[in-house]
T-cell receptor, first 115, second 111 residues
Framework: DAGVIQSPRHEVTEMGQEVTLRCKPI?????LFWYRQTMMRGLELLIY????????DSGMPEDRFSAKMPNASFSTLKIQPSEPRDSAVYFC?????????????FGEGSRLTVL | GESVGLHLPTLSVQEGDNSIINCAYS??????FIWYKQESGKGPQFIID?????DKRQGQRVTVLLNKTVKHLSLQIAATQPGDSAVYFC??????????FGQGTRLTINP
């Protein structure tokens, strides 16, 4: 299996622009998580889905952030409009019910820089 | 609010020595803990887990100890190797699948 695939790996954009991050989960995994990582705040859970349905979005910082999972093989995290404080590494991770509960499989992340 | 935290942000050890990374948690109701390793430029990777009904669990060169009395978790790495250089996170389960991560400890290996 190719693992969790994220794109783009790096994104540099200007304040006010729309940013879309993409994630392809591991086939058969029914949970998908979006995390944000910064030096100041560490790894923060933004939102997670179960069987394509959002379960908990309490970590989404504000209305500028939105996430979708239109099918079992694709998810997006969108920031509109982007701000410099959104600069971070965004990780997508997936897991499967019945497998070791704590074992999330992370992608390699999308490093976002907002100028 | 409830949180998972780490005592030390950095740890430096000699190659071949044992490493001990510590973690404190505040939610006494937590029943499941996990350690993750994150190498530079990569996503976190599962190392080992432990349930609250255990006080020790061993893997390959790694051991996790859980002290529920003082709400403390530690990761021991035996015979540390250069490939062990990474940031190590403890994580606490909240709910069925939601993990909350600590701030991380950077482990560096001296030759």
């Amino acid at each position: 299996d190719a693992g969790v695939i994220q794109s783009p790996r790096h994104e540099v954009t200007e304040m006010g622009q729309e940013v879309t991050l993409r994630c392809k989960p591991i086939s058969g995994h029914d949970y998908l998580f979006w995390y944000r990582q910064t030096m100041m705040r560490g790894l923060e859970l933004l939102i997670y889905f179960n069987n394509n349905v959002p379960i908990d979005d309490s970590g989404m910082p504000e209305d500028r952030f939105s996430a979708k999972m239109p099918n079992a093989s694709f998810s997006t995290l969108k920031i509109q409009p982007s701000e410099p404080r959104d600069s971070a590494v965004y990780f997508c991770a997936t897991s499967s019910t019945g497998v070791r509960t704590g074992e999330l499989f992370f992608g390699e992340g999308s490093r976002l820089t907002v100028l | 609010g409830e949180s998972v935290g780490l005592h030390l942000p950095t740890l430096s050890v000699q190659e071949g020595d044992n490493s001990i990374i510590n973690c404190a948690y505040s939610n006494s109701a937590s029943d499941y803990f996990i350690w993750y390793k994150q190498e530079s430029g990569k996503g976190p990777q599962f190392i080992i887990d432990i349930r609250s009904n255990m006080d020790k669990r061993q893997g390959q060169r790694v051991t996790v100890l859980l002290n529920k009395t003082v709400k403390h978790l530690s990761l021991q790495i035996a015979a540390t190797q250069p490939g062990d250089s990474a940031v190590y996170f403890c994580a606490e389960r909240q709910g069925a699948q939601k993990l909350v991560f600590g701030q991380g400890t950077r482990l560096t290996i001296n030759p």
